[in-house]
């Protein structure tokens, strides 16, 4: 399995041309910038119409809107909203956790985590402050998915493999909100 990893796009989506194939697209959150409705829509609207088989999407902090919300009715049937859900697709188990949602929330059995806070000390620098969550590295090295994917530390793009993990920060704008990474797949 193919997943193209995404995260903090803070209303640049439209932007994005040419993507790369992959099964699955995963945004990590902070898809808007003041967290609306109008710019939530606007965000759906263009991620349900990307042609992939498969499209994931959890919350980040600049998408307050959403922040309580449990399920958004009418989505697509390959379109998941995992606000501390999971879901399976072709036997890998999917789970997402919400923003600013305790990490006790994140089941064991899972292959890939989906949070839009990193793990502290992992991929979480930006402007040498480490925007880390202990409580989330603590939980995911104690669950070991193969893969953890998530954004929010706008320096701290990359990859990094650590104790059987393989921890992915895929923010693709910088500091500024300006789009300046590559976009990364990654194979499952």
């Known amino acids: 399995m193919t997943i193209l990893q995404i995260s903090d796009t803070h209303n640049k989506h439209q932007q994005l041309t040419n993507l790369p194939t992959a099964d699955v697209i995963v945004h990590c959150g902070d898809f808007a910038d003041n967290g609306t409705e109008d710019e939530v829509l606007d965000f759906l609207n263009w991620f349900i119409d990307l042609p992939y088989k498969y499209k994931i999407f ?69 402007n040498g402050i480490h925007w880390g969550n202990a409580l989330i590295r603590n939980k995911v090295l104690a669950v070991k998915p193969k893969l953890h994917l998530f954004g929010h530390a706008h320096e701290g793009y990359g990859v990094e493999e650590k104790n059987g993990i393989m921890f992915s920060n895929g923010v693709i704008t910088d500091d500024f909100y300006r789009l300046r990474r590559n976009l990364r797949v990654i194979q499952l």
């Open 58 to 126: 959890i919350t980040g902090n600049h998408d307050l809107c959403l922040w309580e919300a449990d399920n958004i009715e009418d989505l697509p049937d390959n379109v998941f909203f995992l606000q501390d859900r999971l879901c399976e697709i072709e036997e890998i188990k999917f789970f997402g956790l919400a923003y600013n949602h305790p990490e006790a929330r994140i089941p064991n059995g899972i292959d890939v985590l989906i949070t839009h806070e990193p793990p502290v000390m992992i991929l979480d620098e930006s």
